[in-house]
Nanobody, 120 residues
Framework: QVQLVESGGGLVQPGGSLRLSCAAS????????MAWYRQVPGKERELVAA???????NYHDSVKGRFTISGDNAKNTVYLQMNSLRPEDTAAYYC??????????????WGQGTQVTVSS
């Protein structure tokens, strides 16, 4: 079994910064992709940022230039540095990792979610 544990959410004023972390533990051979999604009530979950094991990244248009995703393969951890936060960034943020547990078997795992609230 693989578990993802997130941390770093909270309440921040507009223009502020937060850093989210997501650490994977369990039987892990490799991680091919790490990503952050977010969801607000009544809307579909959307991709915020993703990074592959090769270092390629992609971002939602609304966060480009403000958010940075990074990964530490040695620690099986993905980070999301969020700067210049806006009220519309308020959401529950979920970590997602594609984990190879044995050769040929790769599964998608989700964290429990962490709330980010941007408000004055």
């Amino acid at each position: 079994q693989v578990q993802l544990v997130e941390s770093g959410g909270g309440l921040v004023q507009p223009g502020g910064s937060l850093r989210l972390s997501c650490a994977a533990s369990g039987i892990i051979l490799s991680i091919t992709r790490m990503a952050w999604y977010r969801q607000v009530p009544g809307k579909e979950r959307e991709l915020v940022a993703a990074i592959t094991s090769g270092g390629s990244t992609n971002y939602h248009d609304s966060v480009k230039g403000r958010f940075t995703i990074s990964g530490d393969n040695a620690k099986n951890t993905v980070y999301l540095q969020m700067n210049s936060l806006r009220p519309e960034d308020t959401a529950a943020y979920y970590c997602n990792q594609y984990v190879t547990v044995v050769r040929g078997q790769t599964y998608s795992y989700w964290g429990q979610g962490t709330q980010v609230t941007v408000s004055s």
